[in-house]
């Protein structure tokens, strides 16, 4: 009688196992699994540090902030930022072995600004990726932009301009492609 109570004992105890590691709470975010950017803009010198993507998923909190963050300070207009370009940002970063802040010179530009600029300054496209929330110009501080530059275009996944006059890089969802 007591060996068949010992054995309902180990038999109940391993069932309890089994109940708890399948109801335990889930693992914390791991560093690996969350993307985090920080942004400072150079036009209206607000910061942002953000998570945008954390447990196998992107962030809709932190992707609305980017947003509002990356809108056009010209007009106030928010439009959707691509996460991939959010994601190439943060591998650049990563590939260069840093955390710095990534100074934002120019993001989502309304099709009323594009327009300004266009008429303004030279080398804005029709056609550009910023109205369409797929490019971004930058410089990461700390970093020379012309390594900026050179890491961008090996990832190979979209535009990369270098603007030496004006100290920063060009990165883009489009075709890839360099000038």
């Given at each position: ?14 069932v ?5 590691a399948s ?9 690996a ?5 920080s ?10 540090d953000?998570?945008?993507y ?10 609305d ?9 010209r007009t ?6 691509n ?16 955390e710095?802040?990534?100074e ?8 009323q600004?594009?327009?300004?600029l ?5 080398g804005?496209?029709k056609?550009s990726h910023h109205?369409k929330?797929?490019a ?8 020379r ?19 030496p006059t004006?100290?920063?890089v060009?990165?883009d ?6 000038w």
């Amino acid at each position: 009688m007591a060996k068949r109570t010992r054995r309902t004992v180990i038999a109940l105890a391993l069932v309890a196992l089994a109940v708890t590691a399948s109801v335990a709470p889930p693992e914390p975010v791991r560093a690996a699994d969350a993307r985090q950017l920080s942004f400072y803009h150079t036009h209206t010198r607000l910061s942002l540090d953000v998570v945008y993507y954390a447990n196998g998923e992107y962030v809709d909190s932190g992707l609305d902030e980017i947003n509002r963050f990356l809108k056009d300070f010209r007009t106030g207009e928010i439009t959707e930022i691509n996460p991939r370009l959010l994601d190439l940002l943060h591998d650049v970063r990563n590939e260069l072995g840093q955390e710095a802040t990534i100074e934002v010179i120019s993001a989502y530009r309304s099709p009323q600004t594009n327009e300004m600029l266009r008429t303004t300054t030279t080398g804005v496209a029709k056609n550009s990726h910023h109205v369409k929330g797929n490019a971004i110009d930058v410089r990461l501080r700390g970093i020379r932009t012309t390594t900026l530059r050179d890491t961008a275009i090996r990832m190979q996944r979209g535009g990369v301009g270098f603007y030496p006059t004006s100290d920063f890089v060009h990165m883009d969802m489009g075709p890839v492609r360099t000038w």
